[in-house]
């Protein structure tokens, strides 16, 4: 499930057909079941007052001890300071039920003037 167009069209061009690709707002996906959702929603969304609607979107769509993954960055800094992004979204979604199963830091060689660290965090419903 991407919400940005243009993970959209980059994941759709290197994915087999065999995966479903979605795009769109979780909270706009109407309901279906799945074993494994992987997908990078909006850092600052983990910043703001939120009544869990994502998590429990997600809840909805996965499958009993399906797994979500979320691509993210360890820390971002919006022009006030760094915010550890990674963290941020551990406490989400394990505050909504979600089970952290495992976070993978890695860095890579920025192009286009691209963030340079990513975090994937793996959740079990």
Known sequence: IEID?????????A????????????????????????TSPPFKLFFTPDDGRMAKAFMRMLDPGGHLVIDGADEID???GPRRVADAQTRYFTDHGFRHVQTLRFRTNPRHGWDDQFTELLFQR
């Open 5 to 13: 167009h243009e993970h959209f069209r980059v994941a759709g061009s």
């Open 78 to 80: 919006w022009g006030s």
């Open 15 to 38: 994915l087999p057909a065999s995966v479903t690709l979605i795009e769109g707002d979780c909270l706009d996906v109407r309901p279906s079941r799945y074993d494994y959702i992987y």
